[in-house]
């Protein structure tokens, strides 16, 4: 089982930039999927961004597209998502996830493994 701890939130103006980053343990996530999602109060999870190890490749909502990137450090055994131009509909609890099937999927309920999760908040 991998365990996993967000952190790297925090309050920030409309058209700042955060970096969460997200760091595994228990075991080597570098054959592994990783997903970051976000809910916002009183809506359903939704997905950000995925990326896949082998074959190397990333998938963005078109919400945070142009805007958002996954990076993956599995020396450090963790996950980044570098968000820039932010907006206050960003807001929202920011969760890392992990599939240990390393598919490139977009459900929440296709991923095993959650973080606790952290706040973003973006102010207009």
């Known amino acids: 089982q991998v365990q996993l701890v967000e952190s790297g939130g925090g309050l920030v103006q409309a058209g700042g930039s955060l970096r969460l980053s997200c760091a595994a343990s228990?075991?080597?996530?570098?054959?592994?999927?990783m997903g970051w999602f976000r809910q916002a109060p009183g809506k359903e999870r939704e997905f950000v961004a995925t990326?896949?190890?082998?074959?190397?490749?990333?998938y963005y909502s078109d919400s945070v597209k142009g805007r958002f990137t996954i990076s993956r450090d599995n020396a450090r055994n963790t996950v980044y998502l570098q968000m820039n131009s932010l907006k206050p509909e960003d807001t929202a609890v920011y969760y890392c996830?992990?599939?240990?099937?390393?598919?490139?999927?977009?459900?929440?309920?296709?991923?095993?493994?959650w973080g606790q999760g952290t706040q973003v908040t973006v102010s207009s």
């Open positions: 228990g075991r080597s996530v570098s054959s592994y999927s």
């Open positions: 990326i896949r190890w082998s074959p190397d490749s990333t």
């Open positions: 996830a992990a599939d240990v099937l390393g598919r490139l999927l977009t459900r929440p309920a296709d991923f095993g493994s």
